[in-house]
C-alpha cells in the first residue's frame, strides 16, 4: 500500500509532469484553451498511460533490449488508436476539439519517459499506480491551466458563464464587481501568449511557496526541475556540482 501511494504522491505532486518535470508542453500550451479541453486531455492521457505501463511491465522480460523503444512506440500507438476510435464514437465534440493532439500522444515524452525509466523496470502493479499517478498529475496541471484561461479569457469555467451566473442569481459583492465599468475579460489568455503567461504565474506561485517552505524548515530552497543535470547551464548549482563529482 505505501509502494501505491508514494506513486501516486509522486506523480501528483513531488514529480508533476506539468508544474516540476515540465513535460509535455506541447499538448499543454495547445489545448488549455478551455478546462474541458485540459481535462478531456489529460485523462485520455492518464488511460494511455495506465494501459502502457500495464502492457510494458508484462512484457518487460520479453522485450529484447535491443528493440525496446520501437516496442514501447508499437505498444503506445496500439492504444493510442484504441482511445481515439472510442473517443469518436463516444465524445466526437471532445475528439474535434483536440483533433491532432490525440494521435500524438504516441510521441508524448511523458507515456514513453515512463515506460523507459519505471514500467520497463519494475512489476505490474507498481508501474500501474505510476501511470495513474503521473496521468492525474498532467491532468490536474491541464485543467488548471484551462480553468485559469478560461475564467480570464471568456469568464467561463467547465462552459458555464459565471458572469451570468452571478448576475443572474445576484450575488452582493461578486455582482458589484462584474457589474463594474472596470471588469472585463481578457481574450489574450485564450491564445497562444496567454498560454505562457498562465503557465509561468503558476510555476511562479509554486516556487514562491516552496521557497517559502524550505525556508521555515531552514533549508536551502531547491528549484531546480528533474531535468538531466549533463544539460543544465547554471554552473553554480549544487545538484549539478554534486552530479559531477560522483
Known amino acids: 500500500m505505501s509502494k501505491i501511494i508514494e506513486r501516486l504522491n509522486n506523480g501528483i505532486i513531488k514529480e508533476n509532469p506539468t508544474f516540476v518535470q515540465m513535460l509535455g508542453m506541447c499538448p499543454t500550451l495547445a489545448v488549455t484553451t478551455s478546462a474541458i479541453n485540459g481535462a478531456g486531455m489529460g485523462l485520455a492521457t492518464t488511460v494511455i498511460l495506465t494501459l502502457s505501463n500495464i502492457m510494458i511491465a508484462l512484457l518487460r522480460k520479453v522485450i529484447p533490449n535491443k528493440v525496446r523503444i520501437p ?31 490525440i494521435p500524438l500522444i504516441v510521441v508524448n515524452c511523458i507515456i514513453l519517459g515512463r515506460a523507459e525509466s519505471y514500467a520497463s523496470k519494475n512489476k505490474v502493479i507498481p508501474s500501474a499506480f505510476d501511470g495513474i499517478g503521473m496521468g492525474l498529475g498532467f491532468t490536474i496541471g491541464l485543467t488548471t491551466i484551462g480553468v485559469v484561461r478560461e475564467l480570464l479569457g471568456s469568464g467561463c469555467a467547465f462552459g458555464i458563464n459565471l458572469i451570468e451566473l452571478i448576475k443572474e442569481n445576484n450575488i452582493p459583492v461578486l455582482q458589484n464587481i462584474v457589474n463594474s465599468d472596470s471588469f472585463d475579460t481578457v481574450s489574450i489568455f485564450i491564445t497562444a501568449p496567454g498560454a505562457f503567461m498562465v503557465l509561468a504565474f503558476v510555476i511562479a506561485i509554486i516556487n514562491k511557496r516552496n521557497i517559502n517552505k524550505a525556508k521555515k524548515n531552514g533549508e536551502k530552497p531547491n528549484l531546480c526541475s528533474l531535468a538531466d543535470c549533463a544539460n543544465c547551464h547554471n554552473v553554480m548549482c549544487q545538484g549539478k556540482a554534486q552530479e559531477e563529482a560522483n
Open 71 to 101: 516496442a514501447f512506440i508499437v505498444i503506445i500507438a496500439s492504444f493510442v488508436t484504441i482511445v481515439q476510435f472510442l473517443m469518436q464514437a463516444y465524445l466526437p465534440s471532445l475528439n474535434k476539439s483536440l483533433g491532432i493532439f
